[in-house]
């Protein structure tokens, strides 16, 4: 018997990158993923590959930084599925810069994606996990929510605001038995990068993408081990960086 047997697991930012590898990794596992994002032609070829592989999957395009729709995601999964097991909040954008190059509409769309889609999620699938007794919540944060530097600084302020987001709702869900867990990777090879629009913030970070860095399986791989713990054991933080990373 897989351990998510029975189980359902809702992955935004599911149409590449860690999302994907994550949908992938739970579905092997034995939970039926729902697969959200706003690319639904990226969605129906990861559906395809799960459902031929004998996983179960349903593809919902959403835009998390739409609270309707993000509510709407979750409440979908209940009415297929009729549980809300795990939800993985990985939708992200990374737009690095200095802050006095003043890209405001960047430093929108990373707080609206990064903090505020994920409360939107979270507020709805908390409602469902506290009705079921149990449920898990896994926040992608980053190596960035540790530590800010030139250039991270709007970036890492939305990973910080994860992390305190994160602690402050494992407190509020203790005796409801919901687990937080938060997910802070280093490089990783994903899209992210490509997000990043001012030239100097694309130079400070070529240095690292050089290096042997993570793939979205590895970081996957870690989510799997998170949500197949006993109920007991909450594992509250994973840090994740390539073994040559420096900070």
């Given at each position: ?6 189980k359902?697991a809702i ?12 949908a ?10 729902v ?11 990861l559906?395809?590959r ?7 999957a349903?593809p ?9 729709q993000a509510?709407?995601?979750i ?5 297929e599925?009729?549980r ?14 200095k ?8 430093w929108?769309?990373m707080?609206n ?5 994920l409360?939107?999620?979270t507020?709805a ?5 506290k009705e079921q007794g149990?449920?898990h ?6 190596v960035?929510g ?7 600084g709007?970036?890492s ?6 992390n ?7 407190e509020e869900?203790?005796e409801d ?6 997910v802070?990777p280093?490089?990783?090879e ?18 690292i993408?050089?290096?042997?860095i993570l793939?979205?399986?590895?970081i996957?791989n ?11 054991v909450?594992i509250?933080?994973v840090?994740i ?5 420096p900070?």
């Amino acid at each position: 018997m897989a351990k998510l047997d029975g189980k359902v697991a809702i992955i935004t930012g599911a149409s590449s990158g860690i999302g994907e590898a994550t949908a992938e990794a739970l579905s092997a596992e034995g939970a039926s993923v729902v697969v959200a994002a706003r690319r639904e032609d990226r969605l129906s070829d990861l559906v395809e590959r799960i459902n031929g592989n004998g996983g179960k999957a349903l593809p919902v395009e959403c835009d998390v930084t739409d609270e309707e729709q993000a509510h709407g995601l979750i409440q979908k999964a209940r009415d297929e599925y009729g549980r809300v097991d795990i939800l993985v909040n990985n939708a992200g954008v990374m737009q690095l810069s200095k802050v006095e190059k003043g890209l405001s509409d960047e430093w929108r769309t990373m707080f609206n994606v990064n903090v505020l889609g994920l409360l939107y999620a979270t507020d709805a699938a908390v409602q469902i996990m506290k009705e079921q007794g149990s449920g898990h919540l896994v926040n992608i944060s980053s190596v960035a929510g540790r530590k800010s530097r030139a250039t991270t600084g709007v970036y890492s302020g939305t990973k910080f605001a994860v992390n305190a987001i994160s602690e402050a709702l494992r407190e509020e869900l203790l005796e409801d038995n919901i687990r937080v867990t938060m997910v802070e990777p280093g490089a990783v090879e994903t899209e992210l990068a490509t997000h990043i629009t001012d030239e100097e913030a694309q130079e400070a970070l070529s240095g690292i993408l050089e290096l042997d860095i993570l793939q979205p399986e590895d970081i996957a791989n870690a989510i799997a081990y998170v949500v197949t713990q006993p109920e007991r054991v909450s594992i509250n933080e994973v840090l994740i960086r390539p073994t040559q990373q420096p900070n």
